[in-house]
């Protein structure tokens, strides 16, 4: 693999920026990779191929889309053993999970989205108006790299299926399966131009993207700080943008609920992929006559999250993805304690390499800290006590975001009847698991539209309606 190329135009050509972009294995500590940034005329020759291929590929028959995006995904699946090794190494989430959850869920999601575009209604009737529902142009994808392959797919699959051409760009500290992803497409097969790939980083690359007039939407997904710049850039020049930022979301406990299921599934939400996932259930609210049993539940819970090499099977934690979020993860767990909280933590030591930050419980938390508030993006579960329901959901709501969260209650009754009043664009009650089908993304700073299923194809078209005379 040639990491100093790029892919424009359906053609690998060497990368004319001069930024390294070396690549790091967050276990080892090691540089095991090195990419070239793309330079200022490289991002305009990736945008200018996919307006030559705009108008082509917007008037292929859908079935041939549909086709088209089922090949990648058989692509991919060729790819998955290397996709799922190098996701490993980068993002250090253990490999039998990685396998999983990185690997296997976004090739289907590739095929998902094949079987969901024909439920789009693509032509109505509405009174003596035609609507028809068009792709809106040339769409610039920026992606993290927290689930790096997962969220190409969520941006890429369904704008090729809305008639849409792409240009990519993915998170600079892990774009391997992005390449792989474009060796899939080359492979099979689509029309030169139609998904292009450029590396680089957020402010040079990422933004000469976003400030590029021949891009007519950009698809991000990343740190609400990246996402206002975003925003505020493609207002100025009146683009269209979908934004999947941050999120600090709640798991509410109601008194009757079964806190043993519930603090077992709010410590996995929570230290999932080391607890860098934009949905972790960073915060626990508990009623507080069931602080006692619930903190012994935590402390017992904790013990099984066991860090360690990602490759290995017995693994559970894994390290974050770099230094810099390392030291930031563990100065917001000493800033919690001087403000009063108290960690848990199990005893035995992290491994000597690998950014690793120990799985925390914080208890004693209270909504004004800003641990109650900031997303961490580590392995920290802020646990914060309440004395009633309207207290509770004032304080699950009492944050700048709203992405995602968890009720637990004796009942679904019950559940429901409080997870309406949260302001979060998903939510689960009593553990119920992930949909892809269904649409995903943020309230408040968390974000602007909606990805997955149905929901997410419809981001990516602009309907035009035509009167009909009588
Ligand atoms: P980030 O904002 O630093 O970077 C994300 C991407 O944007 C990268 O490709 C980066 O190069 C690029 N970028 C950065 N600044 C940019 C700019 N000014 N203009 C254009 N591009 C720019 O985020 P990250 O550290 O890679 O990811 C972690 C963040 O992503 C967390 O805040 C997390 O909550 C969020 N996230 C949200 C979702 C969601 O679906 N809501 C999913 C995953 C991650």
Known sequence: MNFHQLYIDGAWVPAGGTADLPVTDSFSEAVFAHYRAASPADVDAAVRAAQRAFDGWSATPLAQRIDAVRRVAGALQERSGAIGAVISREVGMPAKLAARIQVAAPIAAWTMYADLAADVEWLRRVGHSLVQQLPVGVVGCITPWNYPLHQITGKVAPALLAGCTVVLKPSELAPSSAFLLAEAIDQAGLPPGVFNLVHGTGPEVGEALVRHPGIDMVSFTGSTAAGRRIA????????RVSLELGGKSAALLLPGADLAAAVKATLAGCFLNAGQTCSATTRLLVPRADMPAVTELLRTGLAAWRMGDPADAATRLGPLISKAQQRKVLSLIEAAVAEGAEALTPQAAPPPTGFFVPPTVLLGVTPGMAIAREEVFGPVLAVIGYDGVDEAVAIANG???????????????????????????????????????????????????????????EEFIEPMAIQLPA
């Not at 505020?232 to 683009?239: C, H, L, P, R």
């Not at 559940?415 to 408040?444: C, E, H, M, S, Y």
């Open 232 to 239: 505020a850039q493609a207002g100025s020049d009146v683009k």
């Open 399 to 457: 944050t700048d975001y709203g992405l995602a969260g968890s009720v637990w209650a004796a009942t679904a009754r019950q559940a429901l009847a409080v997870a309406r009043r949260l302001r979060t664009g998903q939510l689960d009650i009593n553990g119920a698991p992930f949909n892809p089908a269904a649409p995903f993304g943020g309230f408040k700073r968390s974000g602007l539209g909606r990805e997955n299923g149905r929901y997410g194809i």
